[in-house]
């Protein structure tokens, strides 16, 4: 009988640091606990409907945006894995104000700092409409066993460890990168684990989705509309398809798998859009350069940006390269 040959994300990156020997095998163990995070949300979401768990949280987060009681429990399910996992320093999270600086004697001593989005797009929470959360993973600059500081945590993207997404969609898939190409690991349920399933993706050079919120069109800059006219009104049949659920991680996930680009860019509303650089454009942005695709501002590769606050946003243009070009000659003039 053959069996089919199945590589679970440990393998994987057991594998992985098996390449460098000057590895600790630390990082593995990131891996392992957001793994374990990750099942425990992927249950929570399933059973969303059946339990008490949707609806909004009653509470306000740091952004003054209302807090689902999904993003609660997600927050603190990552927040919990990664403090008993012991080889976290600290995390920068979206549903907190502040560094949550993590205290235990394995945690003070150990170099990663996570910035996670626990649950993005949680309009979508109350619709069953696919959410995700998203990470990347940092080493500190500081000396370990020193408490962890603002420089820590407000890193370049260009300095992220390794990156990621889990889509909570009709399957659950964990994609990440460890600055060596793009792997996406299905969670088969069957046996309870992620499994290799999308090795070494690459994103389409060119594509035919583009995914905004159309609704801000009067209020974008002139560059950006002339570029979404040019989508809508162009002569090739079928050129371009507009697709946009308003959830970064399902919007990203295909445009990634398919071609296409996703933007949100600054309104005259919202001077730097919407997302944010350290839980949400810095990881995309790693992720979308790891598959071969481009993601900037409009002005300037999101990576080279240099973080001064934890919550800051920045405008977003991320996907297919041809694509990303024809934008910034748009944005140019
Ligand atoms: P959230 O982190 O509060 O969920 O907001 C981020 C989400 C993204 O997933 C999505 O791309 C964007 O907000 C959609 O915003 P809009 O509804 O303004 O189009
Ligand atoms: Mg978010």
Redesign the pocket.
Same mark, same amino acid.
């Given at each position: 009988m053959r069996i089919n040959q199945v590589i679970s994300l440990s393998q994987f990156i057991a594998d992985q640091q098996s390449k460098h020997p000057e590895a600790s095998g630390d990082l593995s163990k990131i891996f392992r606990d957001i793994k374990f995070a990750a099942k425990i949300v992927n249950r929570d979401v399933r059973k969303a409907g059946l339990v008490d768990v949707l609806g909004a949280h009653g509470t306000v987060n740091v952004q003054g945006?209302e807090v689902k009681k999904l993003d609660m429990l997600a927050n603190e399910e990552f927040k919990s894995s990664l403090t008993l996992g012991g080889d976290c320093c600290a995390i920068i999270s979206?549903e907190e104000e502040d560094i949550h600086h993590i205290e235990t004697t394995l945690n003070v001593n150990s170099k990663y700092i996570i910035a996670m989005?626990p649950l993005? %797009? &949680? &309009?979508n929470i109350d619709v069953n409409a696919s959410i995700g959360t998203i990470f990347s993973v940092y080493r500190r600059i500081s000396p370990i066993g020193e408490p962890v500081t603002m420089e820590d945590v407000l890193q370049k993207g260009t300095n992220q460890v390794a990156a990621g997404y889990i889509i909570y969609g009709s399957s659950t898939m964990m994609v990440i990168t460890t600055g060596q190409g793009v792997n996406a690991f299905t969670l088969d349920a069957s046996i309870g684990d992620f499994c290799l399933s999308h090795p070494d993706i690459k994103i389409p050079k060119d594509g035919k989705i583009y995914s905004i919120?159309d609704g801000n069109y009067d209020r974008f800059e002139s560059g950006v509309q002339q570029y979404v006219d040019y989508c809508r009104n162009s002569t090739v049949k079928e050129a371009y398809s507009a697709r946009y659920i %308003? &959830?970064?991680?399902s919007?990203f996930h295909r445009n990634l798998l398919k071609g296409g680009i996703f933007m949100?860019p600054a309104s005259s509303d919202a001077p730097n859009g919407?997302?944010r650089l350290m839980f949400?454009s810095n990881p995309m942005a790693f992720i979308t350069e790891q598959a071969g695709g481009k993601a900037t501002t409009g002005a300037e590769r999101i990576l080279d940006l240099e973080p001064t606050e934890i919550h800051q946003r920045n405008p977003v243009f991320m996907g297919s390269p041809d694509m990303v070009d024809k934008l910034e000659s748009f944005i140019k003039g």
């Amino acid at each position: 009988m053959r069996i089919n040959q199945v590589i679970s994300l440990s393998q994987f990156i057991a594998d992985q640091q098996s390449k460098h020997p000057e590895a600790s095998g630390d990082l593995s163990k990131i891996f392992r606990d957001i793994k374990f995070a990750a099942k425990i949300v992927n249950r929570d979401v399933r059973k969303a409907g059946l339990v008490d768990v949707l609806g909004a949280h009653g509470t306000v987060n740091v952004q003054g945006e209302e807090v689902k009681k999904l993003d609660m429990l997600a927050n603190e399910e990552f927040k919990s894995s990664l403090t008993l996992g012991g080889d976290c320093c600290a995390i920068i999270s979206e549903e907190e104000e502040d560094i949550h600086h993590i205290e235990t004697t394995l945690n003070v001593n150990s170099k990663y700092i996570i910035a996670m989005d626990p649950l993005d %797009g &949680s &309009s979508n929470i109350d619709v069953n409409a696919s959410i995700g959360t998203i990470f990347s993973v940092y080493r500190r600059i500081s000396p370990i066993g020193e408490p962890v500081t603002m420089e820590d945590v407000l890193q370049k993207g260009t300095n992220q460890v390794a990156a990621g997404y889990i889509i909570y969609g009709s399957s659950t898939m964990m994609v990440i990168t460890t600055g060596q190409g793009v792997n996406a690991f299905t969670l088969d349920a069957s046996i309870g684990d992620f499994c290799l399933s999308h090795p070494d993706i690459k994103i389409p050079k060119d594509g035919k989705i583009y995914s905004i919120n159309d609704g801000n069109y009067d209020r974008f800059e002139s560059g950006v509309q002339q570029y979404v006219d040019y989508c809508r009104n162009s002569t090739v049949k079928e050129a371009y398809s507009a697709r946009y659920i %308003g &959830s970064m991680v399902s919007d990203f996930h295909r445009n990634l798998l398919k071609g296409g680009i996703f933007m949100y860019p600054a309104s005259s509303d919202a001077p730097n859009g919407k997302l944010r650089l350290m839980f949400e454009s810095n990881p995309m942005a790693f992720i979308t350069e790891q598959a071969g695709g481009k993601a900037t501002t409009g002005a300037e590769r999101i990576l080279d940006l240099e973080p001064t606050e934890i919550h800051q946003r920045n405008p977003v243009f991320m996907g297919s390269p041809d694509m990303v070009d024809k934008l910034e000659s748009f944005i140019k003039g």
